[in-house]
């Protein structure tokens, strides 16, 4: 099974997803690079969105509410995001202010709430597991956010460290012990060199996958544990768009894996 989408050269689309090109149902996602000046527009026919500005300035408008230079870090490594969530049936532009990398993740919906800017100031970020299952996770549109089924965090790991630890799944629609979620992991690496490694695989091992991420590369989790470990002295960076039918994020951590107080994107 083929869970690896690479990303190709930029500027313009970088990787793309697309409930169909995966096989499932929820989750969209595509990743731009676009030059000072240039502009993308889209129109969010049947599926709500959350851009999320990875680096760079960008003007957005979304629903008829505009906002000025979102954005400002120089990497998904130096600090927590902007964000801005766009309704189903919005029209979305972003305009590049400076050189700019935007993830637009996405899932089907017929209403949503308004458009809203998510700022760096209500990010939750959580500094999760010890020694080597230490990273930094920053929500963006999780529970706490409203949305219609999207959900969206990102994770900064250190070199060497493992994340999405303990190993977890969220195939089975059973609250509130589990709820099914579709899942891309976008992956960064800092100074875009070494890799990182997922493995994702089901209980019985139907699915048993160790796939090898490059720098820019999207990994799909249609179902089964999916814990990520970075090489040593490459820090890694994931960004998590996930959706199904109940917009919960309730999982069930590997029996051979019980601590729970490591449990964290």
């Known amino acids: 099974m083929n869970l690896k989408v690479p990303s190709q050269p930029g500027p313009g689309l970088l990787v793309r997803v697309t409930p169909a090109s995966a096989g499932w149902r929820h989750v969209g996602l595509e990743v731009h690079r676009l030059e000072a000046g240039r502009e993308l527009r889209c ?18 408008s979304a629903g008829g509410q505009r906002w000025p230079a979102v954005g400002g870090r120089e990497s998904v490594f130096t600090g927590a995001p902007h964000a ?4 189903p049936g919005a029209d979305l ?21 308004a458009p809203a800017l998510l700022g760096p100031e209500g ?48 195939d089975t629609d059973d609250p ?3 709820c099914y979620l579709e899942e891309t992991y976008y992956h960064r690496l800092r100074g875009g060199s070494g890799f990182a490694l997922q493995l994702v695989y089901t209980p019985d091992l139907a699915l ?21 470990v970075a090489t040593p002295g490459h820090d890694l960076y994931y960004l998590n768009v996930m ?4 917009r919960r994020w309730l999982v069930t951590v590997d029996p051979g894996f019980s601590d729970p107080s490591l449990l964290s994107r």
């Open 243 to 246: 959706a199904g039918p109940r």
């Open 93 to 113: 532009t972003l305009r590049a202010v400076t050189a700019t990398e935007v993830a637009i993740g996405w899932a089907p919906a017929e209403q949503g709430p």
């Open 176 to 178: 509130p012990r589990e």
């Open 208 to 228: 048993d996958e160790a796939v090898r991420v490059s720098d820019g590369d999207v990994v799909l989790v249609p179902r089964g544990y999916h814990p990520v």
């Open 43 to 60: 129109r969010l026919k049947g599926r709500e969105a959350c851009v999320v500005l990875l680096s760079g300035l960008t003007d957005v």
């Open 123 to 170: 990010c939750r970020i959580w500094h999760r597991g010890t020694g080597g299952s230490e990273r930094v996770v920053r929500d963006i549109l999780m529970e706490d956010r409203p949305a219609t089924s999207l959900l969206v965090t990102e994770v900064v790991t250190p070199g060497g460290h493992w994340s999405s630890w303990p190993p977890h799944k969220h």
């Open 84 to 87: 801005v969530y766009a309704p």
